[in-house]
């Protein structure tokens, strides 16, 4: 078996991709073979969580510990540099494949009740190419016979090829971003108006490095343009937040910039801010996408 798990590969027009078994991730997008994502070898797990699924939160937990209807859970703290639960609990786990076709494959997963997450979710992603693009439907419902905390979020790294990031131009459609302690754990807000990360209309990136978490936002598309090649993430209403990161590197000699659609910020089993309650027997549903412009 890969080391990352299985591969899916599917295709329609223009458009082909990859999606894994382990973490429901997708492993790679390309547009006439030109990678439109980061893509990875089978044999190697995903760099910096390109492709992954962050469920049932996304980006980070102060202390793994929160407080939901009056008690307190602790997580297992898979950040253990700044001593936070990170990227949810699905990332590992191997989903089943419940249908494929040529151009669209839909991954399965209960998650189970467990020390710091006493919840039971039924999750299905279903990934599908066509002429428009890349199409990612996700539906998670909740099983279990208590109300259960919930966010949602995915790591996608539109990939620059030979060109660096001083070169690359970045739209982002936000009023607010969020600042972070030195545990990368939101601690306020502020406005981008009149600031570098005010990014409302695309520009070239110079030297500005990226990693923000982006709210109040004022359209559901997100631009990396590099090359004179135009990438777009989008979104629906489901997501109210969109995390933006750019390493100086995601491989050696590789460059990319991570778009990651979430429905809320980190820390939000704390702060609540845009947390998701789900009834037993409710549903969220969520669609983001990726296509050229």
């Known amino acids: 078996m890969a080391l990352s798990g299985a591969r899916y590969p599917i295709a329609a027009g223009h458009y ?38 962050l469920m049932p939160w996304p980006n980070r937990i102060r202390d793994g510990r929160y407080t939901f209807d009056g008690v307190e859970q602790q997580l297992p703290l898979t950040e253990p540099p700044t001593m936070n639960a990170s990227h949810g609990l699905v990332k590992w786990e191997r989903w089943l494949i419940s249908e494929k076709d040529e151009a669209s494959v839909t991954l399965a997963l209960d998650l189970v009740p467990q020390r710091g997450y006493p919840f039971e979710l039924s999750m299905t992603i279903r990934y599908a190419v066509s002429d428009s693009g890349l199409t990612v439907e996700t539906s998670v419902r909740n099983v279990g016979s208590s ?21 690359a131009e970045l739209q982002i459609p936000a009023k607010t971003m969020l600042t972070v302690d030195e545990r ?26 990226l990693d923000r978490a982006f709210m109040d936002l004022t359209d559901t598309r997100a631009v990396v343009r590099v090359g004179g090649r135009s990438t777009e993430v989008w979104w629906d209403e489901k997501f109210g937040c969109v995390q933006v990161f750019t390493p100086p590197e995601i491989t050696p000699g590789r460059r990319a910039i991570a778009i990651e659609p ?13 947390l998701v309650r789900l009834q037993p027997g409710e549903e969220w549903t969520g669609t983001w996408g990726i296509r050229l412009d």
């Not at 997708?26 to 992954?52: E, K």
Request: hydrophobic letters at 35%; proline letters at 11%.
């Open 184 to 209: 990368k754990v939101p601690v306020g807000r502020s406005p981008v108006a009149g600031t570098p990360y005010e990014l409302a209309d695309l520009r070239p990136l110079g030297t500005l490095r």
């Open 16 to 53: 082909r991709g990859a999606v894994s078994d382990v973490g429901a991730g997708l492993a790679g997008l390309w547009y006439d073979d030109q990678p439109v994502t980061v893509d990875y070898p089978a044999d190697s797990l995903p760099p910096m969580s390109s492709g992954t699924v």
């Open 147 to 167: 109300a259960a905390p919930f966010g949602a979020g995915f790591h996608p790294y539109i990939d620059l090829g030979t060109h660096d990031l001083d070169h």
């Open 262 to 274: 979430m429905s809320c910020p980190a820390n939000a089993f704390n702060t609540g801010d845009g």
